[in-house]
């Protein structure tokens, strides 16, 4: 299941040892809607990886220090630094291979 992050616990995923993959969204965002359930899917399937969710509604500044500019978009993050990006919506496969691509 992703951990729902915030400004309040985002310094703990840029200061962790592990690989996170996370999801920025938005509630009214209807590609965000879709791929919700396939990125809750692969992170219940997906060991030594962290998942985690961003609402931008909620959180717009810290998807803007990030550079975010379209939703959905996912990021990869390994040791608190920025591996790769992907904005839109993927399928179950192809969000596999990404994070395989950058574990």
């Known amino acids: 299941m992703p951990e729902e992050?915030?400004?309040d616990n985002?310094?703990?995923v840029k200061n962790s040892d592990d690989t996170w993959v996370i999801d920025f969204w938005a509630e009214?965002?209807?590609p965000?809607?879709?791929?919700a359930p396939t990125f809750k899917e692969v992170s219940e399937e997906?060991?030594?990886?962290?998942?985690?969710?961003?609402d931008m509604e909620a959180h717009q500044q810290l998807g803007t220090s990030l550079g975010?500019?379209?939703l959905p978009t996912t990021i990869?993050?390994?040791?608190?630094?920025?591996?790769?990006?992907k904005s839109g919506?993927?399928?179950?496969?192809?969000l596999l291979d990404f994070v395989e691509k950058n574990a």
């Open 10 to 12: 985002f310094e703990d």
């Open 68 to 70: 975010v500019r379209a």
């Open 76 to 85: 990869v993050m390994k040791n608190g630094e920025e591996v790769d990006r």
């Open 89 to 94: 919506a993927m399928s179950k496969q192809e």
């Open 46 to 54: 997906t060991e030594g990886v962290k998942f985690g969710k961003i």
């Open 32 to 35: 965000c809607k879709q791929y």
């Open 5 to 7: 992050i915030t400004e």
């Open 28 to 30: 009214w965002c209807g």
